[in-house]
């Protein structure tokens, strides 16, 4: 199975950006559609973006449409999650999960599809 390292988390005000970054390892990159989730404390973990293998179809939590992008460059094994205009609201630990799948441009929000997870990444907006 794939291995899944997330990085770019941290404290910052609100307005201000982050990046997150997710190295994978272990199985073809290409294999696997990805997602970033959050959870909140006292919340149940939510899908923020989604994207499919090549990168074709990406998804997108409504509350971050405009403001997040996802992105992956599959010669480096590596997916982000580009962060601009941070609320309070964001302020989650981030992970990043792989879904094994076959189908080239499906990107799943449904976090029983993902078979894969990093430990997660706390991003702190403050006010």
């Known amino acids: 199975q794939v291995q899944l390292v997330e990085s770019g988390g941290g404290l910052v005000q609100a307005g201000g950006s982050l990046r997150l970054s997710c190295s994978a390892s272990?199985?073809?990159?290409?294999?696997?559609?990805m997602g970033w989730f959050r959870q909140a404390p006292g919340k149940e973990r939510e899908v923020v973006a989604a994207i499919s293998r090549g990168g074709v179809t990406t998804r997108y939590l409504d509350s971050v449409k405009g403001r997040f992008t996802i992105s992956r460059d599959n010669a480096k094994n590596t997916v982000y999650l580009q962060m601009n205009s941070l609320k309070p609201e964001d302020t989650a630990i981030y992970y990043c999960?792989?879904?094994?799948?076959?189908?080239?441009?499906?990107?799943?929000?449904?976090?029983?599809?993902?078979?894969?997870w990093g430990q997660g990444t706390q991003v702190t907006v403050s006010s």
């Open positions: 272990g199985r073809p990159f290409t294999d696997y559609a």
């Open positions: 999960a792989a879904d094994r799948t076959v189908v080239w441009r499906w990107a799943s929000t449904g976090p029983s599809d993902y078979q894969n």
